[in-house]
């Protein structure tokens, strides 16, 4: 029983140009999404949310937009960097249990 | 230095041997848990706590056992190690359920021989 799916496991993208990461889900209860960045050898990192009420959210380089009708987000890094190479985890929150839903990652390789 | 710490990095045991996973974080965070990583699998989540004495499974608890005497400190428990549960294992802990982001530890690698 997949809630979240990220379809792509991986992602290759030139220095300087758009990444976009995308994730589909099936619960609609889900009331909070989280996006987390994981380098080797470390423990994932929060990067960016959006609450359910609204359809975009912007930090910097990255946007995430989402799709509730369309059960799905994405995550958009403009541009991207190569220090942006990383595993990139879609993580909706669970409203009824409050219990966060990993995905099971994309990895984003930016080459110069 | 203050945050989330994990020990022991690495470690290689045999089927059958108990092991015993530390994570200590030095915020006074309510919430803490404990997460498996696998190919293929992103991470799942174990056993969370959301304070001291107050624990709950979470997607994979089998053949796991948690504690939590003290708010800071949140060992994880392998009581006899198994093939299947080689993984990289993660801590993690927050400060309340509303916003929901998660402070990760390094990670785990546990192999089981």
């Known amino acids: 029983d997949q809630q979240v799916k990220q379809n792509s496991p991986s992602l290759s993208v030139q220095e300087g140009r758009i990444s976009i990461l995308n994730c589909d889900y099936t619960n609609s209860m ?6 987390y960045k994981k380098y080797p050898a470390e423990g994932p990192t929060f ?3 959006i609450s ?3 359809d975009k959210n912007e930090d910097g380089r990255f946007t995430v937009f989402l799709n509730k009708s369309a059960k799905h987000l994405s995550l958009h890094i403009v541009p991207s960097q ?3 190479s990383a595993v990139y985890f879609c993580v909706p929150r669970r409203m009824e249990t409050d219990k966060l839903i990993f995905g099971t990652g994309t990895r984003l390789q930016v080459f110069p | 230095d203050a945050g989330i710490t994990q020990s022991p990095r690495y470690k290689i045991t045999e089927t059958g041997r108990q092991v015993t996973l530390m994570c200590h974080q030095t915020w006074s965070h309510s919430y803490m848990f404990w997460y498996r990583q696998d190919l293929g699998h992103g991470l799942r989540l174990i056993y969370y706590s959301a304070a001291a004495d107050i624990t709950d499974k979470g997607e994979v608890p089998d053949g796991y056992v948690v504690s939590r005497s003290k708010t800071e400190n949140f060992p994880l428990t392998l009581e006899s190690a198994t093939r299947s549960q080689t993984s990289v294992y993660f801590c993690a802990s927050r400060s309340s359920p509303e916003l929901g982001e998660l402070f990760f530890g390094e990670g785990s690698r546990l192999t089981v021989l």
């Open chain 1, 30 to 35: 889900f009331d909070y999404f989280l996006w």
């Open chain 1, 47 to 49: 990067l960016i949310s």
């Open chain 1, 82 to 84: 190569p220090g942006d």
């Open chain 1, 52 to 54: 359910s009420i609204k």
